[in-house]
């Protein structure tokens, strides 16, 4: 089955009792029993609710995978992965990440004895010198957050595999319609569905998918132990969104190839960041991994002017200055002071995510009213 199909139909089917083409949102906290232990298959909803089971098929399919877990947002999915470890443990995470994952890495988990080394991974091999007796997982993003690196994953795997490492792969920023992970070795597939997935910019949500059984069932147990469940009506905002996913980024990729070449020639704009240029530095591995390049887009201004990045920022009408990407409207943000401000400055830097940096979420409206609005904003 192609993925457009895919995404209309798996995981859902009409509904028995009534022929509802669209899943029901069961609002429910309990289901009521025959006798003890005899039950429809539905005990209590923090364990098991119809529509999050709907989704959570949908979403193993779509990622080409066997086992689909919803959670109440991105980070709540990143902290089920992290509870696999133990005390003492060591993760390798790319050194370019959403500031939400690097706080969660540093500040929370830092804490309970989990070692994280930050490495550059747009060479594999980078990651090597980092691995020790106590390593048990890599996590990485590909492209990354905000610098749109790229992350060759099948090499990354190789080496995780060779090493009994579980690999995780954030992938967000793709979206299954651009990659999936799976298909190229990773263990575990992590998406923040308030993004792309869900599309609308409606609704908070996060998502883990595997292949294998026994992480399945340990991912199942940290669900249900911990509790970060999706309500059923969010659940259901997601099931709508990825009925359309295949449609939206279509636009999302045309209009964020148009995007990135306009502000490349632009006599006011420095660096473009997006990896469907010819030159990006993994370009060659992004044609590979990827079925197209997407709507995400990070540049900054001639001389790195921080004072001339904010009057962009402030002064688009059609890119509304907000958090978040991957909804059907155009987005700019700053992500020094925004996405990634909860890491340190110093941090940043390494990395090239200067004070000045601008980062596009490119939206599905008209390509020439988006290109008219940054051509206004930058003068």
């Known amino acids: 089955m192609k993925l457009g199909t895919k995404l209309i139909h798996a995981g859902v089917s009409p509904d028995p ?6 899943t029901p949102i069961f609002q429910t906290s309990t289901y009521v029993q025959n006798a003890p232990g005899d039950h429809k298959g539905y005990e209590y909803a923090r364990t098991q609710n119809p529509t999050r089971n709907a989704l959570q098929d949908a979403l193993a399919a779509i990622e080409n995978g066997k086992h689909g877990l919803s959670f109440g947002s991105g980070l709540a999915a990143t ?8 005390p ?7 050194n370019d990440l959403y ?8 500040k929370v988990f830092q804490r309970y004895g989990i070692k994280f080394h930050f490495v550059d991974m747009q060479e594999a091999k980078n990651m090597a010198a980092y691995i020790t007796p106590q390593t048990k997982l890599v996590w990485i993003e590909t492209p990354t957050n905000p610098m749109l690196n790229i992350i060759d994953i099948a090499a990354v795997a190789k080496i995780a595999k060779q090493h009994q490492l579980l690999l995780a792969v954030d992938n967000t920023f793709a979206s299954p319609y651009l990659q999936n992970p799976l298909d190229l070795g990773a263990d575990i597939v992590v998406h923040s569905a308030t993004k792309y997935l869900g599309g609308h910019s409606d609704v908070v949500h996060g998502a883990i998918i595997v ?7 340990q991912l199942a147990f940290i669900q249900n132990s911990c509790g970060a469940v999706p309500g059923p009506q969010d659940c259901f905002l997601v099931l709508r969104g990825l009925k359309t996913l295949h449609v939206r980024m279509q636009r999302h990729c045309e209009n964020g190839e148009g995007i990135a070449r306009f502000l490349r020639g632009h006599a006011k704009v420095g660096k473009v960041y997006w990896c469907g240029f010819d030159d990006h530095p993994n ?3 992004a044609r590979e991994q990827m079925r197209g390049f997407g709507g995400m887009i990070s540049f900054t201004l001639k001389n790195d002017d921080i004072e001339a990045a904010k009057k962009v920022l402030s002064n688009t009408h059609l890119f509304s200055l ?13 992500p020094a002071s925004m996405t990634h401000a909860s890491i340190p400055r110093e941090e940043r830097l390494k990395n090239g995510l200067t004070d000045s940096l601008i980062r596009l979420s ?18």
């Open 17 to 22: 009792s009534t022929g509802a083409i669209m």
């Open 79 to 86: 902290d089920a992965v992290l509870k696999l470890l133990n």
């Open 88 to 94: 003492g443990d060591e993760v390798i995470a790319s």
């Open 99 to 106: 500031g939400g994952t690097y706080r969660i890495f540093t």
């Open 211 to 217: 292949k294998n059984d026994e992480l399945a069932q």
């Open 283 to 285: 370009h060659a591995v």
């Open 322 to 334: 907000a958090e978040s990407l991957g909804g059907v409207e155009s987005l700019i943000g700053h």
């Open 362 to 379: 490119v939206g599905i409206e008209d390509i020439d009213d988006l290109i008219a609005d940054l051509e206004k904003a930058i003068g």
